[in-house]
């Protein structure tokens, strides 16, 4: 009984820790838009299967309950193994308009588990778009921020902080 219980924890934790976990952007980056941004991640992404080979990294924004595609970045090679970063071209303009300064996330797309990044900042060849208050609201009233991280962001280290927490667990009732 013991065993199965070990071994199933086991299998959970190799399973958690066969995603993928974006550490560049963080949510203190900044990119300019028509230079380059960094992108560093931690996991073997070839390790993913088919979905893993080359992986497209999109631009995104929104909320978690309404991530908007912005742009698709470029596209990781994961053939190799030790390849864990990479430089892309940030783009100016996307759809024939300058891209917008704001707060952005890249999705790394792996087939049904997407993974994202925090959101960080693109200075943009745009300005920021500014919204007016609405109609009748008082402007020293605060209002709730939206969080533009989708909701899958940190799925990776929330899994694996379980299965690890599990098998220590189960360690302990067999020591």
Known sequence: MKFAVVAALALAAVASAQNLQINDPTPTTTWEAGKTGYIRWTGVCSN???????????????????VHFITQLGVIDCTVASNNSIQLPVPKDVQGSPLETGKYSLRFNLGPNPQYSPAFTINGAAPAPVTPPPTGSNPSTPSPSANPKPAAANTLVAGSALAMAAAAAAAQLIL
Request: proline share 5%; glycine share 16%.
């Open 48 to 66: 993913l299967g088919a979905d893993g080979k080359t992986v497209k990294v999109d631009i995104i924004n929104g909320p978690a309950d309404s």
